[in-house]
């Protein structure tokens, strides 16, 4: 066992006034299998190249192990597999490799086919046995699920369990679940570490802040009782030490000795009072740092004159002489909220764009009406540039409407300044769905939306999903967001 110290961590990016990290200190031990969450833009990426010592910084992180980052990037895609492992990995030998792969229920044959004719899932999958052969590493793997479907996401939960001595950047409730046995969770103010898995870390965020809340809620009523007797001390203060120039009611002096001492009595008790005040104010300030707003999304959904919006019947798809999918049958109709399942590679995108309207080579029959409304988000956000206000007016977005969407899904107001390209991959989705929300639509056919999206954010589109209830057709590979979402499932 060794440990990785870091001390008064403070980082802020070139040109940027606003720290990153301010003043961290944690330890972590690198047996641990740590699971790493936070919302967006938060700096989960950017800790784990601190590790990597790719950007200056101050404080200390300290540590015997050697870091090893996942995603690699693959310069010959060109080139057969084993090539890629073993540049990678020299030192492994073929069994191992084998070994490896196996357990990620990869078949031999990949590892003599070009890399780039492997699927997402099989390049992941791939490179991770290459990870997991580096010898004396400590593993930094970042968001590996993105693009993998269900099954091959519990399969990889599953592998990851067996291991040990590494931090897992994961939005997906259920694979994190499965695989970690500790928590680092990047909060609005602090980086907090617990021991258990995400399910109990979130517990346990809920009671603290359902404490604090209630704990403020507290405070404010004491601060007010105790803000009026303080005026009222005051009060009697001012009123008696002015009585000490009168007379009583009989006509004879006042003992002003005495009522000089009543007035301080009082004023002292309104010292006493006013500082009380000001240690609840204190204690006060304290609370709440770390409740994550969860502002509530909306969305307006157009009804259809008719029930029935698309129709599919014996849809086959082919790419030259690969059939991606055949006979696919299934309807849409008002209400329906679709996941359309299936391993990676079956056609499920292609399905998506066909009925969005792109020209894609099939055979079979697609009913829909020429009038239906659809907004659609792509996997894709390579072509996002500019500013958000480009991106706006480009897509003839309502521009208010658009950023107070992306504000409640915790966009700073500085983000508006930023081009597109610079970005986390979460927040490029994030564009992508504020914009979907701002449409007016018929049907919303979402291509998975998550990638990369975090906790908080995949549970605020639950609680609008759930509430609005949209026709939606989605693909998702989250476990715990289409048990939740979907009424009904195609499987492909």
Known sequence: MSLINVANLTFAYEGSYNNIFEGVSFQIDTNWRLGFTGRNGRGKTTFLKLLLGKYDYSGTISSSVVF??????VSDTESFTIDVIREISPNALDWEIMRELSLLDVTDDVLYRQFFT???????????????????????IDEP???????????LSN???????????????????????????????????????????????????????AENEKRKKDINRLTAAAQRTSDWSDSVEKSKHGTTNSGSKLDKGFVGHKAAKMMKRSKSIEGRQQALIDEKSKLLKNIESSETLKIAPLRYHTNRLVELSDISISYGERVVC??????????????????????KSSILKLICGE??????????????????????????????????????????L??????????????????????????????????????QAHLYIWDEPL??????????IETLLLEYQPTILFVEHDSAFCSNIANKIVQL
């Open 159 to 213: 592998y990851l369990k067996s291991k040990n001595g590494y931090i897992l950047v994961s939005h997906d409730r259920a694979f994190l679940d499965n695989c970690v046995d500790h928590i680092l969770a990047i909060n609005k103010t602090n980086i907090e570490i617990q021991k258990g898995n995400f399910s109990s870390w979130w517990n346990n965020k809920e009671l603290q802040d359902n404490f604090e809340l």
């Open 451 to 460: 990638n990369y999206i975090d906790v908080l954010s995949r549970m605020q």
């Open 359 to 400: 020209e894609i080579a099939h055979t079979g029959i697609l009913r829909k009406n020429g009038s239906l409304k659809i907004s659609y988000v792509s996997q894709d956000t390579k072509n996002l540039s500019g500013t958000l206000t480009d991106y706006a007016q480009f897509n003839c977005l309502d521009e208010s």
């Open 145 to 155: 699920t993105n693009h993998l479907d269900a099954m091959a996401r519990m399969i």
């Open 402 to 439: 658009f950023k107070a969407i992306l504000r409640k899904l915790d966009f700073s107001r500085e983000q508006f300044e930023r081009s597109l390209e610079d970005f986390s991959e979460g927040q490029k989705k994030k564009v992508l769905i504020a914009k979907s929300l701002c449409e």
């Open 68 to 73: 090893e980052y996942f995603p690699y990037e």
């Open 326 to 347: 055949s006979d696919v049958s299934f309807t849409i109709d008002q209400g329906d909220r679709i996941a359309l399942q299936g391993k990676n590679g079956c056609g």
């Open 118 to 140: 492997l699927s997402k899932g099989e390049q992941t999958k791939a490179l991770l046995a290459a990870l997991f052969l580096k010898e004396n590493s400590f593993l930094l």
